[in-house]
C-alpha cells in the first residue's frame, strides 16, 4: 500500500493569496514508534516543514487542531481514539510496512481503524514517501499544487515545442515560477529554442537516476534558468531514458515549488509521458491548418486519449475560413491557435514575446490552465455582472 485518498468531502479548495507564505507551524506525529518516526523525519526535513513529536494522544491534544498536517502512526491509532480526539482535515493513517507483516490478522484489519479515526489519506512507508514529500511540502508553502499543461504535436513540424515554451515564456513575464519539461527526447531540445542549451544546471542524466525525496527548492535552483523560467531537459552528449518513478519525482517537486508546470510531449507515448499526460490539466494537441495534418494526428490522439480527458487542439497558421468541418472530424475541442509571427522563435529564444502576439499568448495560457471537468469541459468561470469572465 503506497498512498490511498478518502474522499470524505469534497476537493479541497486553492488557498488564496501569495504562494510564499510566512514560516509554516509545525506539523504533528502521532507516534510511539521509533521506526516511523526515524522515517518520517528526514521528509519532513527535505520538505522544510518542521515536526513536532508526540508519543501519545495526551501528547498531541494541545498540537492537535493546530497543526497545519497531523500524521496517526498505526501504533498510536486506537489510543487516539478512546481519547476522543476530534476528526480534522486532512488527518494521516500512517504504517510501516514492517508494523503491516507483523500484524497477525489480516491488513485489511487497519481499516476500522482509519474509519473510527477519521483519517482521510492512509499510506505506509516507504512505499508513501514521494506522495508524503508532497503532502508536508504543500502544507509547509500553504498551497496547493502547481498545475501541469502538456503539449504534443500532431504531426511533425505542427509546433508542440513552440507551443510549451511559448506558454512558459508567457507565464514567467507575467511573474510566475514556471518549470518547462522536455520528454521530447528525439527532437533538437527545447532548451536550444529557449536560449539555454549553454546555461549550467541539472538536466535529465542528472535526474533520472536519482532516487528518494527531491527538495522542491533544490530542484529550482539547481536547473538551466532564465528569470522565472526553469528548464528540465536532454543532455545530447548522454542520452538517458526517463522512467515514469523518475518523472514523478520531478513533477512531485515542481509542482510544489513553481506556479505551473508545462511539459513537451513526444509524439511517440513513452511509459513516463503517459504519466505525465495523465497527471496534466490539459493536453493540448498541435495542428497544421490542412485536413492532411489532422488526418496524420489521429494516431496520437488515440495514443494519448487513455490516459487524460483533458485533450485538445491548438492550432498553428491558418485554417480555411469557412471551413464545413474545421477540426477534420477529430472530435476535440478547440482550445486557440499560435499566433503566426515569424519573429515568434527569435523572441522565445531571448526570454521575449513579441508585443504583437503578447496577448494572444497569454490569452492562449490562461485557457490551457483553466480547471476542467473530467468530461473536459472548462468549469464555470467567475464572472462580473457584466458577464465578462475575470
Known amino acids: 500500500m503506497a498512498a490511498t485518498t478518502l474522499d470524505r468531502t469534497a476537493a479541497e479548495p486553492r488557498k488564496p493569496g501569495p504562494r510564499h507564505a510566512a514560516p509554516p507551524a509545525e506539523a504533528l506525529l502521532v507516534t510511539g514508534d521509533d521506526r516511523l518516526a ?15 513529536r508526540a508519543e501519545d494522544p495526551a501528547a498531541a491534544e494541545t498540537h492537535w487542531q493546530h497543526a497545519p498536517l497531523v500524521i496517526v502512526g498505526a501504533d498510536t491509532a486506537r489510543a487516539c481514539i478512546e481519547r476522543g ?3 480534522r482535515p486532512g488527518l494521516i493513517f500512517c504504517a510501516t510496512g514492517s508494523w503491516l507483516e507483523a500484524e497477525p490478522g489480516d491488513s485489511s484489519m ?3 481503524l482509519v474509519f473510527e479515526l477519521k483519517a482521510e489519506h492512509v499510506i505506509s512507508l516507504p512505499e508513501g514517501t514521494e506522495w508524503l514529500l508532497d503532502r508536508l511540502t504543500r502544507a509547509g508553502r ?17 509546433g508542440s515545442s ?15 515560477r514556471t518549470v518547462l519539461i522536455d520528454l521530447d527526447l528525439t ?33 529550482l535552483a539547481g ?17 538517458v531514458v526517463v522512467t515514469p518513478e523518475a518523472l514523478d519525482r520531478i513533477l512531485h517537486a515542481a509542482e510544489a515549488a513553481a506556479d505551473l508546470v508545462v511539459v513537451d510531449l513526444p509524439r511517440h507515448r513513452t511509459a513516463a509521458s503517459a504519466r505525465a499526460a495523465a497527471a496534466a490539466r490539459t493536453v493540448a494537441v498541435t495542428l497544421g491548418p490542412s485536413h492532411r495534418s489532422r488526418e496524420a494526428a489521429r494516431s496520437v490522439i488515440a495514443a494519448y486519449r487513455a490516459h487524460t480527458a483533458h485533450l485538445g487542439t491548438v492550432d498553428r497558421g491558418r485554417t480555411r475560413r469557412r471551413d464545413p468541418d474545421p477540426d477534420g472530424g477529430i472530435g476535440l475541442p478547440k482550445w486557440g491557435s499560435l499566433p503566426t509571427d515569424d519573429r515568434l522563435p527569435e523572441r522565445l529564444r531571448q526570454g521575449r514575446l513579441p508585443k504583437a502576439a503578447a496577448r494572444r499568448l497569454h490569452a492562449l495560457t490562461a485557457e490551457l490552465t483553466r480547471p476542467r471537468t473530467r468530461g ?15
Open 142 to 158: 500553504d498551497t496547493t499544487e502547481a498545475p501541469i499543461v502538456a503539449a504534443v504535436a500532431g504531426h511533425g513540424g505542427a
Open 162 to 176: 513552440t507551443l510549451a515554451l511559448a506558454t512558459a515564456t508567457a507565464a514567467a513575464h507575467r511573474g510566475e
Open 85 to 87: 480526539l476530534p476528526p
Open 38 to 52: 526515524e522515517q518520517i523525519g528526514p521528509i519532513a526535513a527535505a520538505a522544510r516543514l518542521p515536526l513536532h
Open 223 to 239: 536547473l538551466p534558468q532564465r528569470g522565472n523560467l526553469h528548464l528540465v531537459g536532454p543532455d545530447p552528449r548522454n542520452p
Open 376 to 390: 473536459g469541459d472548462t468549469a464555470p468561470a467567475d464572472r462580473d455582472p457584466a458577464g465578462a469572465a475575470r
Open 187 to 219: 527532437g533538437g531540445g527545447i532548451d536550444t529554442a529557449a536560449g539555454l542549451a549553454a546555461q549550467p544546471g541539472w538536466r535529465w542524466p542528472s535526474l533520472a537516476t536519482g532516487s528518494g525525496p527531491l527538495q522542491p527548492e533544490r530542484l
Open 110 to 112: 487497519i481499516w476500522p
